[in-house]
Structure formats: structure tokens, C-alpha cells
């Protein structure tokens, strides 16, 4: 069982970030915010001072795969975004499957918000929050 606490989650795309934010003794997550890459790079002062607000126990990282569970080209450089989570900010990370989740996430927009209604950042914290949610009620048990 993970350490009590709030969790930020995190949908990592070459382009944009989502971000959730999560707590383990309610085990439920929310939509928090999507950065912008900057020249195909994190916003790491973004990050961090979403870090220093929350203080996070702990972080998730959303790992793409292929629906039969094999790795891909994203799923290495989501990995390669939580190794560097880990390293500036000495936090654990742990690593969530994430298959679907954006799909998921734009037919729930699209049943709310009306088709169309919605942009892509709305999209990526939106899967940042149901992968969170996703994590947490696999690993915090009540």
C-alpha cells in the first residue's frame, strides 16, 4: 500500500502533458491541468511548481501500449519522463497502463461537453485523471 497522501498522475505525450491529482485514502482523482512541451521537452519549472503546491507522495506515469499489452515506441519515452520525474524530484514513481485512456477520455467529452466541444488539452488531463483513478483503485485498498 502506497504512502498516504496526495498523487499527481500524468498523461505524457510529445506534445502536451496531463495532469490529475489524486488522494489515496478517498481514492479519487481529478483533472488538474495539461502543460505545453517546450520545443519537445517538459515544462520542468511547470512541474515543479505544481510539485511544490501539492506535494505530492508520490507520482504516476501513464505507460502507452499496444491493446495486446506490447510496448511501443511511446511507451519507452514515457518511461524515459518518469525516469526524470524520479531524478530532479526524488519522488517514487510508478508506472500505469494506460491503453485507451485518451479514447476513453474523448467519448466522455464528447457525451458532456457535446462533439467537438472540447480541445486537446481538455483530452490529455482528463486521461491523466482516469489513469490516476485507474492506479488508485488498484493499489489503495480501503
Known amino acids: 500500500m502506497p504512502e498516504a497522501g496526495c498523487i499527481l498522475g500524468f498523461d505524457y505525450g510529445k506534445q502536451r502533458i496531463g495532469i490529475a491529482v489524486g488522494q489515496t485514502l478517498t481514492r479519487k482523482a481529478q483533472a488538474l491541468t495539461t502543460l505545453q512541451n517546450q520545443d519537445g521537452k517538459p515544462d520542468w519549472k511547470a512541474i515543479q511548481r505544481l510539485l511544490e503546491e501539492w506535494q505530492p507522495v508520490r507520482l504516476v506515469v501513464g505507460l502507452p501500449l499496444h491493446l495486446d499489452g506490447k510496448e511501443q515506441e511511446m511507451t519507452h519515452t514515457a518511461r524515459?519522463?518518469?525516469?526524470?520525474?524520479?531524478?530532479?524530484?526524488?519522488?517514487?514513481?510508478?508506472?500505469?497502463?494506460e491503453r485507451l485512456s485518451s479514447v476513453e477520455?474523448?467519448?466522455?467529452?464528447?457525451e458532456t461537453c457535446g462533439p467537438g466541444r472540447y480541445d486537446k488539452q481538455a483530452i490529455d488531463k482528463l486521461a491523466a485523471q482516469l489513469i490516476l483513478q485507474s492506479w488508485l483503485e488498484q493499489n489503495c485498498i480501503q
Request: hydrophobic content about 45%; proline content about 4%.
Open 105 to 110: 477520455a474523448e467519448q466522455i467529452l464528447a
Open 80 to 97: 524515459r519522463f518518469a525516469n526524470q520525474l524520479h531524478g530532479r524530484f526524488r519522488l517514487p514513481v510508478s508506472h500505469a497502463d
